[in-house]
């Protein structure tokens, strides 16, 4: 977890590699659906374009259906999710039905006016879903993903005014969450400032030692 822009998308896509369990992320699966219009999609089109938040029933069912699935059942890396005290006892009842509780709560934190820079200048490829930095990672040419040839665009939820938006509601909701775990005494905070791998060393040092997967 950590607020919107540092990093938790990039990083859990490497960690995934690196434990070789899918990497859910409940923002991707939600603008999935919106590209494909699905009902799903045109539901929670609204929320995501404007920064609120889903409503949790409707984010409940689509975790318990995504974490049934056969491939999460050696473990999984959540991202995105979950964002509110409601969703983190839903997710208790969704682990604890699977007999998989979370070994580990990471939580990236940077500084406000960093995320607002990294945002507003992040650019994402509709098609493969590679992300660019305008600064830090540009494509090798301007506004066309190295990965797949098409034209990149801005979230629609990157411009600043949303951004503000989003940071306002992720005080506001996930504090809670990041606090309810700090008291299980899973929570690991860890400094999302620094270079990509410099991060991806405190979060595998965060992580500590994994149950064995079965
Ligand atoms: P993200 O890619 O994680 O920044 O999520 C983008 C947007 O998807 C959020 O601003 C919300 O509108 C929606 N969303 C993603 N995950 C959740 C969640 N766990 N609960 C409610 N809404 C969510």
């Not at 989003?166 to 620094?194: F, K, M, S, W």
Request: hydrophobic share 35%; aromatic share 2%.
């Amino acid at each position: 977890m950590g607020p919107p822009g540092v990093g938790k998308g990039t990083q859990a896509a490497r960690l995934k590699t690196l434990l070789g369990v899918p990497h859910v992320s409940t923002g991707d699966i939600l603008r999935a659906s919106m590209q494909e219009r699905s009902a799903l999609g045109n539901e929670v089109r609204g929320f995501v374009e404007s920064g609120r938040l889903v409503p949790d029933a409707l984010m409940g069912e689509l975790i318990g259906e995504r974490l049934q699935r056969e491939d999460a059942a050696p473990g999984f890396i959540l991202d995105g999710f979950p964002r509110t005290l409601e969703q983190v006892a839903t997710l208790e009842r969704v682990t604890g039905r699977l007999g998989r509780p979370l070994d580990k709560v990471l939580m990236l934190v940077a500084p406000e006016s960093e995320i607002v820079r990294r945002l507003s200048g992040r650019r994402t490829c509709p098609s493969c879903g590679s992300v660019y930095h305008l600064d830090s990672k540009p494509p090798k040419a301007a506004g066309i993903c190295d990965a797949c040839g098409a034209t990149l665009v801005q979230r629609p939820d990157d411009t600043e005014a949303v951004i503000r938006e989003r940071l306002r509601i992720y005080e506001e909701q996930t504090v809670p969450v990041a606090n309810a775990y700090r008291e299980r005494g899973i929570l690991a905070v860890v400094d999302g400032t620094g270079d990509l791998d410099a991060v991806a060393e405190r979060l595998t040092a965060g992580l500590g030692p994994v149950r064995e997967r079965s």
